[in-house]
Every structure is written in structure tokens, then in C-alpha cells.
């Protein structure tokens, strides 16, 4: 719900078309949208005058279908959205279409933490959240106004305000933000201060009530009226402006109706060769001219002049006669363009012409990941299907980001099923994919493997405790296993109390499960501490008590029946991974005979070695856990598979090796055989 104030200024210009109730709501609102754009920005005072232009005529469009939303939660997600498509569209530069403006004010800096990551990191919290300390640090409510806003009591809504910023500590520590260092609410508080020329004010609130009065054309066109002045584009191809009346209030007898003003585009090209040519000449010099709306609108009109079938021929004549930058900046509208009328072909062009190449370099990811988000959004059944039928393609196979770019896309769908239908859904998606190993990266976002997906944190105790069970009939025993131990280690990490009254009501051999997950936890998120701006800073804690830990998994696992030799050998597989190589090894040589310490070597050295991306000195790591393997055999096959990618990756590093101390003869035999094989 809104606020009580908001409310009825909304409803009064809902039910009345009140242009005094709409200028107050962009009046009182505007700081924290325009604030929040030219952080998104850099400080482009231009862009985030745009910015807020579009979130405002979008408020005036759609006042009547808000319903009960905390409207200045609303605006501020509207406004990271938009301001998010302006980078994406590289429109950063002031516009040099309009008039200069008065009065303008710096973007707010903060040395502390770059904001924009902040920014990001509160969209991606649940709606509650978010709303709450937008409410709490934008607007400067205090607990009790925010409690009778949300339909909370003071105490509650204190809670969550400190909970809401715990999330966000753990979103930006995900992003390699060192937010536990930080007051999160020093830094947020003022954010919806921002000064706001009044001048601007006006503008925005009366281009949005002339443009939200207007419903029925079309929305590429939205922004024919400009930001920062009257002017509008009446012929965007050439380019030209006329001055529009001073404001005020169009009169009903003599004013033209907007889709009237609307410019025609010449007839759709369809076939003409010498067409596309003079046409890309044509997109080519509006996109020279500086990025501003009147450019894109110049360039949309360029757009629509190609029929969507001829997108790909456009794209082999323009690769001879286009710069690298004028494809990136071009071939993405375009495509989308023929997305939206045929996906499929779209899609099946782009893999098969590895456009993605031609326009970065390198490879497809970025083009082919944003065209596949664009088509779930519009069709997620038919956008799986394409996928699963293309699994085998060297360019979805190619490496991207932490694993391969297919795992990266059919993530996401796994985690919106899991997300908006459960995990039966989920796994109905994953039984698709034919590789056993793709199957469980495909979990990684539930089970908290992956950096880019934290679906687990979309989910609830019901659906949590579903994905434990659903893990037992995975058909890999070894892979359910490290899903299952990620899944409780990322959950007793970020929701410690839950977790804890799960564990107490579980079956005991679910009670071990859930404790492998908390031994595996490096550190804690401490006590939040109140600040004196009324926010509160957390600091993250590493966990102290490992020994203890390690006594409870051992008495969990006995009572559910498992052997002391099958017990330890669960827990070694969770130590590999929260404690150092040095640690481990001391673990393991003081359980020699206890437990089976070459079957926790081995998958140490095979997690190593099918991790993406090594970094510097990995492979080695991978020698040294290979190295003590007491099994003959097994020690000097895994031995020579890391060796052997140590030796791709660093030769000079790979035969230093050779000189190590206590290397076994054997290995050091066969190490240096395949240095003599390798030319």
C-alpha cells in the first residue's frame, strides 16, 4: 500500500484528472527518481532528466492500474530500469538539442561504495524490501510512519528495515562489494534529497500529463515531446525541430492529435539491394550524431524501414561498410526488431552467423544471452525448446562466464520455473538436458553454486525443504551430494535461524545433511549495529567453533545410522572446500586408516581440475592434492591429468614443478616424459 498521503493524491488524480495533484506527486517524488538516475548515470544531468521524464509519463499512464503499490518503491525501481536501458543504449553525453538548464546540481558522490552497485543490488530485493528502505533512507520515514505505511507495527518495522539491509549486505558481498565495512544507511540516507530545479519539475510533470492524456499511440513514440524544453521532432529523419507554443493547456478545437503528429516513415524496404546500401548510409550518419532521444527516435524511424525478414541481409552488407562500434551500437535494436516478429529465425541467424563475433570480437555471449532474456520474457516455452534442441552447438558450448554459455541460459529458465512454479517444474525442465554434469550446473542457482543466480533466495521454507527432497532422486548420488551440502551451506549462511528450526524438526539422516551444510560455512554475518543516521552496518565474522561443528555433523551422522568410516569421509568432502589445503592435509593424515582419505583426494583433484576458468597456480594445487594419493594407479592418473593442463597453461611454472620437494618418483617420472613429448 501507499502511503496515506500519496494515496489520496494518486486517487485524487485517478478519479479527477487533477493536473495539481500530479505535479505534487512529481513534486515530492522527483529527488529520489532524478537522485536515483544520475547515479545510474555517472552524473548525467541530461540522461537522468530523460530519465525522469519517462518514469513520470509512465506514472501518468498507468496511475490507474497501480492498485496497492507502495508507489515510492515503484517509481525508484521504474527509475533504476530506465536509467539501465539508458547506459545500455550508451546515452550519456549531455544532449545538445536543447537548451541549457539552470540551477543544476552535482550527482552525490560517495567514496565508500560505487553507488551503482548499490543501486543494483537493492532492485534485485524482494519487492518488501526494497520498499522498506526506500521508504525508510529515500523519503526519511521514520519506524512508525513506515510501520502504518506497509501494515506494520513500529517494532516490525524496524526488523525489517535491518533484515531488508542485511539482504542487501549479502547481495553486494556477492557482487565483490565489500559492503560489510560499510553503514549501508549512512550511505543511502539523503539519497532522495537530491535538489530538484524547479524548472524541471514543471517540465516533467507537464509533458507527462500531455503525454499520459494520450493513450492510444504507439510507445516507441512517447518521447516526442522533449525533457528539458518545448521541442519536438517533426521530421526525425531530417533532423529538423519547431518551438512549441509556451505551456499551457492545449486548446480542444484547435490542437492536432498526437498520432497525427506522428512522422511517416517511408515504405518498408523489402528487397531492393541498392535500398539496403543507401540505408545503411543513412544509419550510419544517424548514428554519428550525439546519443540523445531525438538520435534514437531518428534511428527506430531508420528501423522500421526494413522488413524484419531482411535483418540478416542488411547485416552481411553492413559488416564490409560498419565500424566495430557502429555494429555494436546498431546490430543489437535490429535484432531485437526481428525477435519480436520471428524469434526462431532471429535466434537460429545469430548462432548459425556467430554474429555475436562480429560485433565484439570475441564470441556470441553477451548478444546471443540478451536476445535469449528478451525471448523468455515474451515466450519462455518456446525459447526452452530452441535451446534444448541447439544443446550441441560449439557457440552455446563455448566457455561463459563460470561455466558454459547453454548452462548460463538454461539457469535462468531453471531457476523462473523454480521460482514461479517449484521445483517439479524445475526438475521437468532438467531431466531435458542429456548430460548428468549439465543437469546439476543447471541447479546451481537454487543450490547456491552460482554467482549470477541466487534463486534459493526467491524461494521459501516449503519450496527449500521440496529441492532437498527432489535432490534425493537425482540420479548422480556424488552430484546430489555437493548440491545438497552448497544448498544448506549458502542456508545457513544467509538465513541462519531458519535453517535451525528445520534442523530441529528433520529426520535424522536430513539432520546430517542440513549439518555438513553448516560445517561448511567460512563466516557469519554479525550483529547489526544501529548507526546514528538510524540505519544499521554489519560485519561478517569468521566462524570460530569449526571444531565443534565437526563433533556435531560426526554425532548427527552416527545417530542416522551411518558408520564412523562413511561419517568422516562425508566430512572430509565439506572440509576440502571451507578450509585450506595445509588444514585438509593435517585433517586427512591424522584419519589415515579411519576413513577412505584417497576418495576425498580424488574429488578434490577432479573439482579442480573441472573448474572453469583456473587461475593462476590452480593447476598446481591440483598436482599437490594428486601427489597424495596412495593409490599407485589412481595417484598417477590424476597426477598426470593436472599436470598436463598446468603445462597448457603455465610451461614454465609446470616444469619448475619437477624440482619440488618430495614429489613421488613415479610422478616425477611421468611428468617429465610428457615435458619431452611436448614440443
Known sequence: MMTSHSNETLRDFCLNRSEDAFRTLVREHSPVVYGTALRKLGGDRAAAQDVTQEVFTLLARKADRLGSVVLGGWLYRQACRRAANHVRAEIRRKRREVLAMEAMVSAPSNDALDTRFLDDALVALPAKDRDALVLRFFEGK????????????????RKRVARALERLAGNLKRKGV???????????????????????????????????AVSSFA??????????????????????????????PPSPTTATPVSNRRPQP??????????????????????????????????????????????????????????????????????????????????????LENVGKQVDGHSSTNLLNNLFAAWVRRDRGASESW??????NPVLRAEAFEGSLRNFLVTKLVDERFANEGIASAFELIQQIPDIEDQAAALGGIAGLNTWEQSWSRGDRRKWLDFHEALKSFSDAGLSSDLSRSFWTTLSQERPDEVLE?????????????????????????????????????????????????????????????????????????????????????????????MDVDDVLAAKVRKLANASGWSQGQEMIAVDWARRISNDDLRVRLGRGAFRKALSRSPDAAAAYLGSEGLPSELAAEFQSILDETP
Do not use: H
Open 219 to 248: 510507445p516507441a513514440f512517447s518521447l516526442l515531446v522533449p525533457v528539458a524544453c518545448g521541442i519536438v521532432a517533426t521530421s526525425l529523419v531530417a533532423g529538423t525541430v519547431r518551438q512549441l507554443p509556451a505551456a499551457g
Open 502 to 594: 528445520i534442523q530441529r524438526m528433520a529426520e535424522p539422516l536430513d539432520r546430517f545433511q542440513i549439518s555438513l551444510g553448516w560445517l561448511g560455512v567460512k563466516y557469519l554475518p554479525g550483529e547489526m549495529t544501529p548507526t546514528l543516521s538510524g540505519g544499521y552496518t554489519r560485519r561478517s565474522t569468521p566462524v570460530t567453533d569449526q571444531t565443534g561443528r565437526e563433533a556435531a555433523a560426526l554425532a548427527d551422522g552416527l545417530a542416522a545410522g551411518l558408520t564412523e568410516y562413511q561419517v568422516l569421509g562425508e566430512i572430509g568432502r565439506v572440509l576440502i572446500d571451507a578450509r585450506s589445503s595445509d588444514e585438509c592435509f593435517k585433517w586427512l593424515d591424522a584419519r589415515l586408516g579411519e
Open 142 to 157: 521514520d519506524f512508525k510512519l513506515l510501520g502504518s505505511t506497509l501494515g506494520l507495527s513500529e517494532e516490525a518495522a
Open 266 to 351: 517511408d515504405p518498408a524496404i523489402t528487397s531492393n539491394e541498392t535500398s539496403l546500401e543507401q540505408l545503411i548510409t543513412e544509419v550510419k550518419q544517424a548514428n554519428s550524431k550525439p546519443r540523445n532521444t531525438l538520435t534514437a527516435l531518428q534511428l527506430g524511424v531508420l528501423f522500421d524501414r526494413i522488413d524484419p525478414s531482411l535483418v540478416p541481409e542488411f547485416i552481411r552488407l553492413a559488416n564490409g561498410r560498419m565500424t566495430a562500434g557502429e555494429r555494436v551500437s546498431i546490430y543489437p535494436k535490429l535484432l531485437e526488431k526481428w525477435l519480436a516478429a520471428d524469434p526462431k529465425a532471429a535466434m537460429d541467424f545469430v548462432l
Open 178 to 212: 565489500a559492503a560489510g565495512a560499510i553503514s549501508l544507511g549512512e550511505t543511502m540516507t539523503g539519497y532522495g534529497q537530491t535538489q530538484v530545479p524547479s524548472q524541471i519539475v514543471s517540465t516533467v510533470a507537464e509533458n507527462a500529463l500531455r503525454s499520459g
Open 387 to 392: 535451446l534444448l534442441e541447439n544443446w550441441e
